[in-house]
Antibody, heavy 118, light 108 residues
């Protein structure tokens, strides 16, 4: 139901745009999140967006560098990443959140790997 | 900052174990919005408990959640080999999610 794409190798300071194609649900009913997991590390919530797209939320570690957005006409969630750093290297998961608006992630996509390295 | 979980726990098949998740009065202690995820190697996390005590459809009743004050707990009874995985707690609101550092469960 959720399929991420857009990951890859990027140099420090570079940009990358991740996408998540969603199917099988009424997309605009649900908040959505991006969560990342650095190699061998734990989960870190990155960003969330309301069902309408009117409200966006970010972790302090990415605020001002990442932008979350959604296209409800295309059932697509995006994460635009700028000024990438080595510490942004991780698997990035998109996740459907609850219809209450709370950022309870379920289910998750399979993830896309972002590697920031020169 | 991240919620605090033990780095590892272990148990033998058939035994019961508990994983703790300690936060503060601003997150875990502030509401009944605590979740638990199971993650097998190379796989995406799977939700096994939400709203402190609720099991999603299809999740074994061997998994149960509870909370007291600023600490939530995940209990697994009748341990099975397939339970060996990483477990993460989470505290969620409308504007953010805070995860625990994760606990590696080893089934001996």
């Amino acid at each position: 139901q959720l399929a991420e794409s857009g990951g890859g190798l990027v140099q420090p300071g570079g940009s990358l745009r991740l996408s998540c194609a969603v199917s099988g649900i009424t997309f605009n009913k649900y908040a959505m999140s991006w969560v990342r997991q650095a190699p061998g590390k734990g989960l870190e919530w990155v960003s969330g967006i309301s069902g309408s797209g009117d409200n966006t939320y970010y972790a302090d570690s990415v605020k001002g560098r990442f932008t979350i957005s959604r296209d409800n006409s295309k059932n697509t969630l995006s994460l635009q990443m700028y000024s990438l750093r080595a510490e942004d290297t991780a698997i990035y998961y998109c996740a459907k959140c609850s219809d209450s608006g709370r950022l309870l992630q379920d289910p998750w996509g399979q993830g896309t790997l972002v590697t920031v390295s020169s | 900052s991240a919620l605090t979980q033990p780095a590892s726990v272990s148990g033998s098949p058939g035994q019961s174990i508990t994983i703790s998740c300690t936060g503060t009065s601003s997150d875990v202690g502030a509401s009944n919005f605590v979740s638990w995820y199971q993650q097998h190697p190379g796989k995406a996390p799977k939700l096994i408990i939400y709203d402190v005590i609720v099991r999603p459809s299809g999740v074994s009743n061997r998994f149960s959640g509870s909370k007291s004050g600023n600490t939530a707990s995940l209990a697994i009874s009748g341990l099975q080999a397939e339970d060996e995985a990483d477990y993460y707690c989470g505290s969620y609101t409308i504007s953010s999610t805070i995860f625990g550092g994760g606990t590696k469960l080893t089934v001996l």
